[in-house]
């Protein structure tokens, strides 16, 4: 048992919040009433520190009481797409960003391919006693693409969803074949849209600036064609298809299509493809090198509005820890992706502040959304529920200084931003886990 | 009367190419025929003149061990001449057609060609091309009408009829002809039909067969009366169908636990070869009060020797298949066996 835990002991309520609720979108001054782990009671009538009376509703006499003036309280964040790098370090990564329930991609040393890795996984998150780590099984042994993992045995084990993470299922039908044996069990299928023919050897999006750059572009139809074939496959098995990274607006309007015509279909973005473009990449800054790359501006537009109208389901961080050595190269031979953890929430919110999405459904993208996505028990304030929360402040500015971000690695393409939204407190099954340093 | 002819009870057909096509009526006659070899199996002395004189060809293009010698040990039991043609020594493996083979067979005047290929199609194209008799040993993954028979008379004899049963076939349906001959069969007869597989190894539409898919074998099982496995093919595992022989048995292979969701008497049923351990638990297989699999086998034999009776039989009406309006069956009353 980790030393933490013995905090958690007894009741604490969280009064003076603004309660945020996207799931049933509650919006009001409220509280939390934690018992243990567990989220004991929460709503408006809790707001203020009221001792309940005989049989009122307020709070039980020894309830500890945190006093959170006025700031928002939320569901902790939910991360559906996250790679684990270092697993201590991305767990206290996780909290500083209020992201209190992740899902890491099988492309961890060794693979997720089998059931003893998904356990080995979660075991040992589970005694960091920080964020949750919730793991995707692997489609393809080793990721290779070719031979189907055991999906039955590891979503019995604890995988929730299925991917090849940073690599799309490239051969039509071992996809084919994989949706249709994964929807034998009621499976999800995440994949990376990416035909990996047209984006051989690319470094950045295809275009003016990769033109200037002289740098081999990748395409947005890489991303388009290979949605649309998997649409096809989806619809032609039944099978659950769930696409990742949405970046181009050709890809999000064949999901907006697909959609209309009833398909059971989702996908994510993650905060570079609404926050940033191409333009990032500037002079070959590499922390600027993503998997997708980043779009032009008439991409980035298109993820706006795609998540505005609905398309697309939920914001993923993308989090992809690399060391100094794999970033320091050449831009061509620099490796691609960025950390996310720590900025997903104050990246998010430029949605809110810059007017596109509401306060409650920034958070709902970042929460209920994606847990619902993957059956996740998170995400949402439910009595009964593990009190993972996060107290924010929407409006506190900040600038991004990636030395300063907790963690191990520091390649966020974020670096320098002025951001405005600042974690104070995460908790974790009633446990503060994270306050930031003043 | 066991070796009485069938002059009264005619079975209108040339060949056996498959159950597809075959009148209850029809189905019923095989049946019966069948009864009666049960008995003369049984015997110490199992031989008969029925077929004496004519010849069996068992031309077999795929590997096959029980098919094979469960129609050679029925040839053999009616008195006729058997070969056995085998793929390894024949002139296919020279570059002959499957036509020129048929037509060189043909010219020897066999009166029966039992045939086993592994294309779906391939033995109704050869039994357009010769003047014997043909039964479908086996085509592809399309009809293995005799184990459809023999699988039928099984469960008739164990539970006195077809008709209203619950049967569930699980495993590899995709591949199986023994699935689909059995589907016919047991549609035709009046018995319910449910699959029971992983998506990947159910074909197309096969509701449209009048069957129930399920995915989840407890939930499929539940209420039947029979279980009918099917053999997993290891090749299977390469094509991407399945991840592996330990995830297939976890979920699919029958076990007493999800054993225990069907009939508390349900019969269990396999083609066979069985692979234990892989669609079927060693001791389910082997529990003598539920498992039917060596009466299968048992039954196999009189089916065939029921088919090749019937087929000959009618190679004496003028080696022409009886039209239907001229079935015989006008001034002569049906249940009643004659002797020859």
Request: proline share 5%; charged share 25%.
């Amino acid at each position: 048992m980790s030393p933490r835990k013995e905090k958690s002991a007894g009741r604490t309520a969280y009064v003076n919040a603004r309660l945020l609720d996207p799931a049933s979108r509650l919006d009001a001054m409220g509280g939390v009433l934690i018992d243990g782990e567990a989220i004991a009671d929460f709503g408006p009538h809790l707001a203020k520190e009221r001792v309940a009376k005989k049989r009122g509703r307020g709070l039980p006499k020894d309830s500890r009481v945190v006093d959170c003036r006025g700031k928002c309280l939320a569901p902790g964040l939910v991360d559906m797409r996250m790679e684990i790098g270092d697993l201590g370090a991305a767990v206290r990564a996780a909290v500083s960003g209020g992201v209190t329930s992740m899902v890491c991609l099988p492309n961890t040393q060794p693979v997720i391919d089998d059931m003893s890795v998904v356990e080995f996984v979660a075991r040992r998150a589970r005694k960091q006693g920080l964020a949750k780590v919730y793991p995707y099984g692997a489609v393809t042994k080793g990721l290779k693409g070719q031979e189907l993992a055991e999906l039955g045995l590891l979503a019995e084990a604890g995988a929730v969803a299925f991917t090849d993470g940073t690599r799309a299922v490239a051969d039509a039908q071992v996809m084919w074949r994989a949706l249709s044996y994964a929807s034998t069990f009621g499976l999800m299928i995440v994949q990376h849209p990416e035909e990996p023919s047209l984006a051989h050897q690319g470094a950045m999006n295809a275009g003016e600036t990769a033109t200037r750059l002289a740098l081999v572009g990748i395409p947005t139809e890489a991303e388009v064609i290979m949605i649309e074939r998997d649409l096809r496959l989806a619809a032609l098995t039944g099978g659950r298809l769930h696409i990742a990274h949405l970046s181009t607006a050709a890809g999000i309007e064949a999901m907006r299509q697909a959609k209309k015509r009833g398909l059971n279909v989702s996908c994510d973005t993650a905060p570079p493809y609404f926050a940033l473009n191409e333009n990032a990449v500037g002079d070959y800054r590499t922390f600027a090198k993503l998997s997708p790359p980043l779009r032009a501006e008439d991409d980035r537009k298109a993820v706006v509005e795609g998540l505005r109208d609905g398309t697309i389901d939920a914001i993923a961080s993308d989090h992809t820890p690399r060391d100094e050595e794999s970033k320091r190269l050449p831009f061509a031979q620099a490796a691609p992706g960025g950390i996310g953890l720590n900025t997903l929430l104050a990246v998010s919110l430029e949605l809110y502040h810059n007017g596109h999405l509401g306060l409650l459904d920034v958070l709902r993208l970042v929460t209920s959304a994606p847990a619902g996505l993957l059956g996740l028990r998170a995400g949402r304030l439910e009595k009964g529920a593990p009190a993972d929360l996060v107290l924010f402040d929407p409006d506190a500015a900040w600038k991004v200084d990636a030395d300063r971000l907790i963690g191990k690695a520091k390649n966020s393409p974020f670096d320098g931003r002025p951001v405005q939204g600042r974690v104070l407190m995460t908790v974790v099954d009633g446990r503060p886990v994270y306050r930031p340093q003043a | 009367m066991t070796q009485g002819g069938m002059d009264n009870v005619h079975f209108p057909h040339r060949h056996l190419l498959g159950i597809e096509g075959l009148s209850p009526e029809e189905i019923s006659i095989l049946l019966d025929r069948s009864e009666s070899y049960v008995e003369q199996n049984r015997r110490a002395d199992k031989t008969t003149r029925i077929l004496h004189g004519r010849t069996v060809i068992n031309l077999f293009f795929e590997e096959s061990t029980r098919t094979r010698t469960s129609f050679e040990l029925a040839a053999k039991r009616l008195g006729s001449d058997l070969i056995n043609m085998a793929v390894a020594t024949s002139s296919v493996k020279k570059g002959e057609t499957l036509i020129d083979t048929a037509m060189t067979l043909n010219a020897m005047h066999p009166d029966v060609l039992v045939v086993r290929h592994p294309d779906s199609g391939a033995v109704q194209l050869l039994s357009e091309k010769v003047n014997c008799a043909v039964i479908n040993g086996g085509d592809g993954s399309h009809e293995h009408p005799t184990q459809a028979l023999l699988d039928a008379l099984t469960i008739r004899r164990r539970l006195g009829r077809l008709s209203g049963l619950l049967v569930a076939i699980c495993g590899d349906i995709l591949h199986s002809r023994v699935a689909r001959s059995n589907i016919h069969l047991l549609n035709t007869m009046g018995a319910r039909v449910r699959l029971i597989a992983p998506k990947t190894l159910i074909p197309f539409e096969v509701e449209r067969m009048g069957v129930e898919v399920f995915h989840d074998m407890a939930a499929g099982i539940k209420d039947c009366d029979i279980v009918m496995m099917l053999r997993l093919q290891q090749e299977r595992m390469t094509g991407n169908f399945l991840p592996s022989i330990r995830e297939y048995f976890h979920f699919f292979g029958l076990d007493y636990a999800k054993l225990a969701n069907a009939k508390p008497d349900a019969l269990i049923m396999h083609p066979g070869p069985m692979n234990r351990g892989v669609e079927i638990d060693t001791e389910v297989a082997d529990d003598v009060g539920r498992s039917v699999i060596r009466e299968q086998v048992e039954m196999g034999v009189a089916v065939r020797m029921a088919v090749l009776e019937l087929l000959t039989d009618n190679l004496d009406r003028g080696r022409m298949p009886a039209p239907k309006a001229a079935a015989p069956a006008k001034n002569k009353p049906k249940k009643k066996r004659s002797r020859r």
